[in-house]
């Protein structure tokens, strides 16, 4: 069964940093496009940047700079680098994967970020 289990959410104050990860697993071939999708109470989810096998990448214009998407393969796993965050990124944060024609989500990790 695959699966995608997302970590490293938490409290933080505004002009911190988190580091989230998504490990994978239940999938010989590996996941094609990942991205990381957050949604906050009220909204819409949407897409905070994903990034294909082969390393290229793709933002929310208004997380450039701030953000930074990397996976490693061999491991399996998928990051996200959160930099000097705002309480307006205060969300849930998803993790989001294709194998082929199929999605996966992982089950979301909570981001708080106090002002």
């Known amino acids: 069964q695959v699966q995608l289990v997302e970590s490293g959410g938490g409290l933080v104050q505004a002009g911190g940093s988190l580091r989230l990860s998504c490990t994978s697993s239940?999938?010989?071939?590996?996941?094609?496009?990942m991205g990381w999708y957050r949604q906050a109470p009220g909204n819409q989810r949407e897409l905070v940047a994903s990034?294909?096998?082969?390393?290229?990448?793709n933002y929310a214009d208004s997380l450039k700079g701030r953000f930074s998407i990397s996976r490693d393969n061999a491991a399996n796993t998928l990051y996200l680098q959160m930099n000097s965050l705002k309480p307006e990124d205060t969300a849930v944060y998803y993790c989001?994967?294709?194998?082929?024609?199929?999605?996966?989500w992982g089950q979301g990790t909570q981001v708080t970020v106090s002002s």
């Open positions: 989001n994967g294709w194998i082929g024609i199929r999605q996966y």
């Open positions: 239940g999938s010989s071939s590996g996941f094609g496009l």
């Open positions: 990034i294909l096998r082969g390393g290229t990448t």
